[in-house]
């Protein structure tokens, strides 16, 4: 396992050439569905993760909808970061097949009225499943363009009853080195943890993540549950979510332990507040649609989401909140 941190040189070893398009992949999963059906296979990829996804219900929801193109499945399954997989963009689709998201259960806590143990049947029961197309920038510099399926976390966090000591909500990954390679290597404290303050997480753009493209995630992505906070920097979007803690101090948050210089609590994508180490003015898209010389674009103000939620930072220095 290569050990490795975020820069941007990591988002150059993927080129044009080596992505499928959407209907190849579309062919190639139905072949692989087949197979595995019939048995021809066994070992587990990330195609064939993908393969086992299960369909969901979901009405599409255009007011929280970018028209981008969004990147083929294969993209978005195959190049991620999931460091208790391992820290290269292929590791998590190689090596989380032996990762079991069923069965599931988060515990809540803290400041709260209703709290315990809660099944992942019991999460979604009372949610209708949403898609919701979002741009999606990692801090590395390359972006891309996702529909995910989901339910804004803020119905979730209502359920709990948080009362009014709760400023903050602290979520936690599991912790499970036998099925997480990663976890066996000290690369980050884990378990992987992140925070959110109260207004961000309550956000109706907030996004409890269960599926993309209609199934649900695999797990590279963060099965089976997962956060979405689209106008934030991806190392906010914590996978395999198996705690959930309302908290009146702000929490602490992987990245953020791991380089507290590079990386800050709030995360917002801001093209005029660089990483110490490189420019975040521009981005490159992954995929195709990247073209052919593989041109960046200019990165916008808290991800193109500014006016759904600058008014959240309206008092805030962003350069040293960053
Ligand atoms: N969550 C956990 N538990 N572990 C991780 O290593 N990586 C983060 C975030 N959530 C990470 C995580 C980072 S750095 C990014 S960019 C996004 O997940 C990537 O999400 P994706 O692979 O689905 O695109």
Not at 251 to 280: C, K, L, M
Request: net charge positive; glycine share 6%; charged share 25%.
């Amino acid at each position: 396992m290569r050990i490795s941190r975020h820069k941007p040189e990591d988002c150059a070893c993927i080129r044009p050439s080596e992505i499928t398009a959407e209907a190849t992949y579309l062919n190639r999963r139905d072949v692989l569905k087949a197979a595995v059906a019939t048995g021809l296979i066994t070992s587990a990829s990330g195609s064939i993760q993908a393969a086992n996804s299960q369909s969901l219900v979901t009405v599409k929801n255009p007011s929280f909808s970018v028209s981008d193109k969004p990147n083929a499945y294969d993209e978005i399954t195959n190049y991620n970061n999931f460091y208790e997989f391992g820290t290269s963009k292929e590791d998590p689709a190689q090596h989380s097949g032996a990762f079991k998201p069923k069965p599931w259960s988060v515990k809540i806590g803290g400041e709260c009225e209703v709290k315990g143990s809660f099944t992942l049947e019991d999460i979604l029961k009372p949610h209708s499943l949403e898609e919701r197309i979002y741009r999606f920038r990692c801090v590395e510099a390359w972006s891309m363009v996702i529909p995910w399926v989901g339910f804004p976390l803020k119905d979730l966090l209502g359920r709990f009853k948080p009362t009014s000591k709760a400023k903050y909500v602290a979520f936690k990954t599991i912790m499970r080195p036998s099925e997480m390679p990663g976890q066996r290597f000290h690369t980050l404290d884990w378990p992987y943890v992140e925070g959110l303050r109260m207004d961000e997480a309550t956000h109706p753009l907030s996004l409890m993540a269960v599926g993309l493209y209609g199934k649900t995630l695999p797990n590279q992505n963060g099965a089976p549950l997962r956060l979405v906070v689209p106008w934030k920097y991806g190392f906010k979007n914590i996978k395999s979510i198996v705690e959930i803690n309302f908290v009146e101090k702000q929490p602490p948050s992987s990245w953020n332990i791991a380089n507290p210089d590079e990386y800050g609590f709030y995360s917002n994508v801001n093209p005029t507040v660089d990483h110490p180490r490189w420019s975040q003015a521009r981005e490159r898209r992954i995929g195709a649609s990247a073209g052919l010389f593989n041109a960046r674009q200019e990165t916008l103000m808290f991800n193109g989401y500014e006016a759904q939620v600058a008014s959240l930072y309206k008092d805030m220095d962003l350069r040293r909140n960053f």
